[in-house]
């Protein structure tokens, strides 16, 4: 049957072609290497495997942005569509020094098998510009999302490639992407991102979806290990969209949480972190690790203290084979993208850690963004209360099919969300045949 559509069918070859635009990323690899742990897992046609490990397509953009001193700098921008099979692509925009290329891949990659976990009708992207927002003003911010906009323009669209917030980008970002894409098409069209200002057709609930997705996961492991949130603790690293609401919505079902880190620092409480008064102190411009509630710890610390749950919510490969053995909590929620490499994993499927693996367990940011598109498209806007029962109801839909499938197969979660994710984009793939 596959032969037509896949000619690649009968080669029994490495199922990954070494593109050396994006091997020498670890990242890459990394997520290479886990579509490979899927193969090895479930039946798939190599020619649609080959297809899937590389993007669809990846655009290196250079951007010219006045300084405010009148300086011209030029910083490099990536957008990378790994699928359009399902739909638009879909996928946040991340303002970051260490961007690259091969990471921007990875992260388009993971993309495409989270929106398939979901079952959402979209393929998966990402995009970055190798910047630090921390050092650039207002003014520059604007400029650069601006022009990176413009250099973007002939590969996006709501039909396309709909972006949304990551690590160093929010609403303001995003409505800055929608004035210039809507002032460029001659009308307002919300619909080209996600994660803006409810006042531009923003989602209510998007900006807090990610991190109680993270939540209802931790909850729903917790009650099969039979863990009363109440007598539980957490440690959770990165304070910002994702860890920031994670912790908010943890401490709101009673878990205590004992240490929190953001780039700058990390901080401890044995009697747990008073997270509403930290969010304040943080809100007024004050840097975390200064919290009076809490004692500074190394940041290396955070990964290793002794908690019931695990969230890391910064960056990627964070947990490698140097800490993977020294981590002391029963559940692993990867409220990051990537934080776990594979040499980590491997040691953890040692241990008796409960891994909710990332493609899962942040999940609830692209599936709220969903919501947005289709009530941006509809222009019909649901309650705060439908979009928060929803994003519920396909969450813990999403973990149980993932956990039965784990269980069946037995098989890692990982390699179980993973399966479904890549399963589901193989068969739309198939049943598409492959053009011309
Ligand atoms: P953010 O920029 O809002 O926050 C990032 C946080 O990480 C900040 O508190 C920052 O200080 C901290 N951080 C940076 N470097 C650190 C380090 N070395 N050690 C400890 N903390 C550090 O970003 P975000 O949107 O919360 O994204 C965080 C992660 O979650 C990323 O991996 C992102 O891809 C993923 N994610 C985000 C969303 C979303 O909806 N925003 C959805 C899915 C996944």
Redesign the pocket.
Known sequence: MSSAVTPETNHHDHPHTPNPVFENSPTYQMACRQLDAVAGAIDIDRGVLRRMSLPKRALVVSIPVLMDDNRTEVFTGYRVQHSLTSGPSKG?L?YHPSVDLGEVAA?AMWMSWKCGIMNLPFGGAKGGIGVDPALMSRGETERLTRRFTEEVLNVIGPRMDVM???????EQTMAWIMDTYSMKVGYACPEVVT?KPVELGGCIGRRE??GRGVTYCILEAMKELNLRPEETTAAV????????VACQELARNGVKILAI????G?IHNAKGIDVAALTRHVAGGKL?KDFPGAEPIA?SD?LLTPCTVLVP????R?IHKDNAKRLRCRILAE?????TTPEADVLLSDSDIYVIP?VLC?????TV?YFEWVQDIQQFLWSEDQVNQKLKELMLRAFHQVRGLARERKLAMRTAALSLGVQKIAKEKMRRGLYP
Do not use: C, K, M, W
């Open positions: 946040g991340r992260l949304a917030p990551d690590l160093g980008t929010d994660g979806a990610t690293q990165g304070f910002g969209n994702v860890g920031s880190s953001d780039r700058y990390a975390l940041p955070l919510a910064a960056l990627e964070v409220g990051a993208n990537g934080p990332d942040n999940a609830g940011g692209v963004s």
